[in-house]
Nanobody, 118 residues
Framework: VQLQASGGGLVQAGGSLRLSCAVSGRTQSIGFVSWLRQAPGKEREFAAVISWSAGGTSYGDSVKGRFAISRDNAKNTVYLQMNNLNPEDTAVYYC????????????WGQGTVVTVSS
């Protein structure tokens, strides 16, 4: 399984961005796809997760109500719609996939940089 994250960029506070994570390979083995982020000097933080088959979602407390994760199984792509961005959302955003029977992340994308200016 390979993941390719894209869509990062520079945005002003209060603005929006949509990240994309293109998934390829043995997608039938995927259980969940997550977005995580890592700000400069901070630990990696969970943002959102979606079930690859059922579509159920869950969010980290810091993004709940502002971010929305979705997937298009026909395109094998997972999206992260980010609204009402603030400078604390500045980070490298990674998508990661977990196998159906895994407890951790098995596959990682390369990361895409989001910078929110005040």
């Amino acid at each position: 399984v390979q993941l390719q994250a894209s869509g990062g960029g520079l945005v002003q506070a209060g603005g929006s961005l949509r990240l994309s994570c293109a998934v390829s390979g043995r997608t039938q083995s995927i259980g969940f796809v997550s977005w995580l982020r890592q700000a400069p000097g901070k630990e990696r933080e969970f943002a959102a997760v979606i079930s690859w088959s059922a579509g159920g979602t869950s969010y980290g407390d810091s993004v709940k109500g502002r971010f929305a994760i979705s997937r298009d199984n026909a395109k094998n792509t997972v999206y992260l719609q980010m609204n009402n961005l603030n400078p604390e959302d500045t980070a490298v955003y990674y998508c990661a996939a977990r196998g159906k029977y895994s407890s951790g992340y098995d596959f990682w994308g390369q990361g895409t940089v989001v910078t929110v200016s005040s």
